[in-house]
């Protein structure tokens, strides 16, 4: 087996049943469906459990609309609709992307924002970089009693401190 069961890709991202259902629904993360369509088997990618994991980090601030206005935003202008490899910044109720590609100053887009919100204090978080959200899978995994982690090892796409 490629992928990762829904039970434990549960335990590998920390999420519940019902935002992975939500998920799902909502076209951000669809998995992949065998056998049975009333109860199928469902199996998500290396790719989709560290997506899931990122936007885990990203809901502590924003909500899963802003994350969906985030991921149409990305498609709409032809980028990668992935969260797991981008450095996103939440101010206030404004998300900025911070592009990778550091030439001689980083290229900041802003992605999504919610209107009409008092001005506060700037909240300033940044995604987990990819090689973060890799490790916190794994240690996932070691601590799981779903996951069988010899299996896991053999499945997963990057190791801990190959990630980088």
Do not use: C
């Amino acid at each position: 087996m490629e992928g990762f069961t829904r039970q434990e890709t549960l335990a590998l991202t920390g999420t519940t049943s019902s935002r992975l259902a939500y998920l799902d629904r909502t076209g951000v993360v669809m998995p992949q469906k065998y056998g049975n369509s009333k109860k199928p088997t469902v199996i998500y990618t290396w790719e989709q459990v560290l997506e899931i994991r990122a936007i885990g980090h990203l809901r502590q601030r924003v909500s899963l609309q802003t994350v969906r206005k985030i991921i149409q935003f990305l498609n709409e202008t032809g980028f990668d609709d992935s969260l797991r490899n981008k450095h996103l910044v939440v101010v206030n109720d404004e998300v900025y992307w911070v592009k990778q590609d550091w030439t001689d100053m980083p290229q900041v887009m802003k992605v999504a924002d919610k209107k009409n919100k008092g001005i506060g204090q700037f909240v300033l978080i940044v995604i987990p970089q990819l090689a973060n959200l890799i490790k916190d899978v794994w240690q996932a995994a070691i601590n799981s009693k779903v996951v069988d982690f010899e299996s896991f090892k053999q499945r997963a796409k990057a190791k801990p401190d190959k990630a980088a």
